[in-house]
């Protein structure tokens, strides 16, 4: 089976997100970024306390809600419709940025452009072409306790978004620990860029293939289906 020709019956979006929800521990303050991290909160257990962050001035958003039971006045800093759990509370976005700016998050969920075999993060504008802004990325990168990737591991191009060194606009340096794509699960060390995980159907031969920055084992790679 070659690249791209994966059989599955869920999208590679949800694929990625439901590994991701895998990262969550009970009781942990998580900001998701717009994108692939939204779907996050969909695949998280119900007997699981976490509280999603956002920076609009939410802290406790829930799962998407069901198509028709959108609530117009209820949405997270992407504009993207939202439930709540109970324990949510609302403020102003000056707390919510200070809650970022304190350190106070757990973990931070972004989407990429490009990330580096060191963690550089780039996910905030591309030369040339018009971008809503930086939103609270930056800060975000920096400051919460640990940073996760979600992304496709390849652009539309065809070109690995996993790299050596980032070409666009770093929104931080060295700041992700973890990355998830549509083909592998991967961490950065102080040492390198580790495969800990291939998707199923991919090989690990496949994903080192696939992406330009260099890959390291360090004993068995997992398979995530």
């Given amino acids: 089976m070659g690249l791209g020709e994966v059989n599955r019956t869920e999208t590679y979006r949800e694929r990625i997100a439901r590994r991701a929800a895998q990262e969550i521990e009970d009781g942990m303050i998580i900001n998701l970024g717009i994108g692939i991290p939204t779907l996050v909160a969909d695949f998280i257990p119900p007997e699981k306390r976490v509280m999603f962050h956002a920076e609009n001035g939410i802290l406790g958003t829930g799962p998407?809600?069901?198509?028709?039971?959108?609530?117009?006045?209820?949405?997270?800093?992407?504009?993207?419709?939202?439930?709540?759990?109970?324990?949510?509370?609302?403020?102003?976005?000056?707390?919510?940025?200070?809650?970022?700016?304190?350190?106070?998050?757990?973990?931070?969920?972004?989407?990429?452009?490009?990330?580096?075999?060191?963690?550089?993060?780039?996910?905030?504008?591309?030369?040339?072409?018009?971008?809503?802004?930086?939103?609270?990325a930056m800060e975000l990168a920096q400051k919460a306790k640990r940073v996760m990737v979600l992304t496709t591991h390849l652009d539309k191009n065809g070109r690995s978004k996993i790299v050596r060194e980032c070409s666009l606009p770093l929104t931080a340096k060295a700041a992700a620990n973890l990355i998830i794509t549509d083909m592998a699960v991967m961490e950065v060390r102080e040492d390198g860029l580790y495969l800990r995980e291939v998707m199923e159907p991919y090989s690990v031969a496949d994903v080192i293939g696939a992406t330009e920055a260099e890959l390291k084992l360090d004993g068995d790679v997992g398979v995530f289906r």
């Fill in 64 to 136: 998407s809600p069901a198509k028709g039971e959108e609530n117009p006045m209820l949405c997270n800093a992407g504009g993207f419709p939202v439930t709540l759990v109970k324990g949510a509370s609302f403020f102003d976005s000056a707390t919510a940025f200070a809650i970022i700016r304190r350190g106070l998050l757990d973990m931070t969920i972004l989407g990429v452009l490009e990330v580096s075999q060191r963690g550089d993060i780039a996910n905030w504008i591309v030369p040339g072409k018009r971008v809503p802004g930086m939103g609270g």
